[in-house]
């Protein structure tokens, strides 16, 4: 049973068009987050969201919008994609608290052509 | 802020050889520190974590990694390697004082350990 599970898990669009990537988990935390990694395998966070409230929101553009209709989901949308924004997208959730561990999913790796 | 150096990119090493993965953090408050491992075409999975206490932290696959506060540092460690341990290696940072909620992991940039048969 897949903790922390994100579709598609692969995206081949084209620049402008508009996406978005699902997530679930079934953990029971109250927080979601998205990481970008790029080519180089830098990680870096983009989004967090605790109790369905953004709490970080990183300095990314304003094309990206997170959206949690529920404490279990944690969607990503992605307007006018541009080929900057080919990356491999986490998403992750963690109980709340500095403490505690945060579980990743598997990936989505989107490419923009 | 905080941020997190891994000093190699790259370590190969032969299967059953010793291994260390450097990482030096820079915080100007107390941190808890973690280590991820990435395999390929798949997320990350926590091997470790350093909140509080001993130094010396045990984890999982016969992982092990030492707080060294005067260092900063917090470098990981495995006795002898196997060739499924060849993966990318992330150690992590964050400050358990951020306001509640606000808690984020910064990464460092990855260790590729390529083990060799």
């Known amino acids: 049973d897949t903790a922390v599970s994100q579709t598609p898990k692969y995206l081949v669009t084209q620049m402008g068009n508009d996406k978005s990537i699902k997530c679930e988990q079934n953990l029971g935390h109250d927080t979601m987050y998205w990481y970008k990694q790029d080519s180089k395998k830098f990680l870096k966070i983009m989004f967090s969201y605790n109790n369905k409230e953004l709490i970080i929101n990183e300095t990314v553009p304003n094309r990206f919008s997170p959206k949690s209709p529920d404490k279990a989901h944690l969607n990503l949308h992605i307007n006018s994609l541009e080929l900057g924004d080919s990356a491999v997208y986490f998403c992750?959730?963690?109980?709340?608290?500095?403490?505690?561990?945060?579980?990743f999913g598997e990936g989505s790796w989107l490419t923009v052509v | 802020a905080q941020s997190v150096t891994q000093l190699d990119s790259q370590v190969p090493v032969f299967e059953e050889a010793p291994v260390e993965l450097r990482c030096n953090y820079s915080s100007s408050v107390s941190v808890y520190l973690f280590w991820y491992v990435q395999y390929p075409n798949q997320g990350l999975q926590l091997l470790l974590k350093y909140l509080s206490g001993s130094t010396l932290v045990k984890g999982i696959n016969g992982f092990e990694a030492e707080f060294n506060k005067s260092q900063t540092s917090f470098h990981l460690r495995k006795p002898s390697v196997h060739i499924s341990d060849t993966a990318e290696y992330f150690c992590?940072?964050?400050?358990?004082?951020?306001?509640?909620?606000?808690?984020?992991?910064?990464f460092g940039k990855g260790t590729k350990l390529s083990v060799i048969p």
């Open positions: 992750a959730s963690s109980r709340q608290g500095a403490e505690n561990t945060i579980y």
């Open positions: 992590a940072v964050t400050n358990p004082h951020s306001g509640a909620g606000s808690y984020q992991l910064t």
